[in-house]
């Protein structure tokens, strides 16, 4: 598994975290406890950073990956009841809108949930945009 020891790390955080605090928090209260865990783990860890979304070749958005590990790794975090297709889809948007191509996705809940998303990028200039598979770690 690329970046396998990254994941291992991101995914003992996680739960570092969860075990802290529990669940109810808002997710930047989440998002602040990873970055404080990921970062004793000797992590390079930008946090709310921006990934730009173009169509046609012309910028139409901009969205803001909660965490993003080494240019590696992008985190997405959620504190709901359960996760679901949505969060999924969030994820993997990111991914496609970026040169990265593994994404986590951590869920708060009452139960620690998370699912891990790789994004095989291939540009659509290619003629084929990418695909994806999802391996759930729970």
């Not at 970062?39 to 958005?61: N, S």
């Not at 970026?98 to 994004?119: A, H, M, S, Y």
């Amino acid at each position: 598994m690329e970046f396998e020891r990254e994941s291992k790390l991101i995914i003992k955080a996680y739960y570092n975290v969860y075990n802290k605090l529990g669940y109810g928090f808002l997710e930047k209260v989440y998002e602040n406890a990873m970055l404080i865990e990921l970062r004793k783990f000797g992590l390079y860890c930008e946090a709310q950073r921006p990934i730009k979304v173009y169509y046609d070749g012309m910028l139409v958005g901009d969205y803001f990956a909660d965490i993003v590990v080494g240019d590696k790794i992008i985190i997405e975090l959620k504190a709901a009841e359960s996760l679901c297709e949505e969060h999924e889809a969030q994820l993997l948007n990111y991914l496609r809108a970026t040169d990265i191509e593994i994404g986590l996705l951590f869920n708060f809940g009452k139960t620690p949930q998370f699912k891990r998303k790789v994004w095989t990028n291939i540009r659509e200039d290619s003629g084929n945009s990418g695909n994806s598979r999802s391996i759930n770690l729970n």
